[in-house]
């Protein structure tokens, strides 16, 4: 009888550090609270020399990142971030001015690439360019590709 009632308190014993385990392990995976309330904007950007964007040769390249504050190895990042706002983040009208530089007709492709991710959303660009002159004309000196 003794022998029983120690196994009875034994089994009810475990029984309950068991539960509890349970219960403390249920208590603790509670789900993942959001790190930021921005959403997401981080962008590679590049200038390459060629004609495809797919096999030109890479110059320079730079990291923006709009949210929550302008950072990146980008040299102007709030200057950037503030000219990508004021367009919405459609790079196209960036580069849709027209120039006022005296370029020449020299054949030597420069393609501007932007990919990542700009207010939550995939941004995938690229846009080329006769030469150098050409670009720097179209840019009219914006802060976004001024790296």
Request: some cysteine; overall charge negative.
């Amino acid at each position: 009888m003794r022998r029983n009632l120690h196994l009875a308190f034994a089994t009810l014993a475990a029984g309950t550090l068991l539960l509890g385990g349970l219960a403390t392990a249920t208590a603790q995976a509670a789900p993942a609270k959001a790190e930021s309330l921005y959403a997401p904007s981080a962008l590679v950007l590049g200038v390459a020399r060629g004609e495809d964007p797919q096999t030109a040769t890479v110059e320079r390249a730079v990291t923006l990142s709009c949210a929550p504050t302008a950072g990146g190895t980008h040299p102007a990042p709030a200057a950037a971030c503030k000219e990508l706002a004021e367009v919405q983040g459609e790079f196209s009208e960036l580069t849709a001015g027209p120039s006022n530089r005296t370029c020449t007709r020299q054949w030597d492709p420069i393609v501007v690439t932007a990919h990542g991710v700009w207010q939550g959303k995939a941004v995938r660009f690229s846009t080329t360019y006769g030469n150098a002159c050409e670009m720097a004309g179209s840019m009219d000196d914006n802060a976004v590709f001024a790296f």
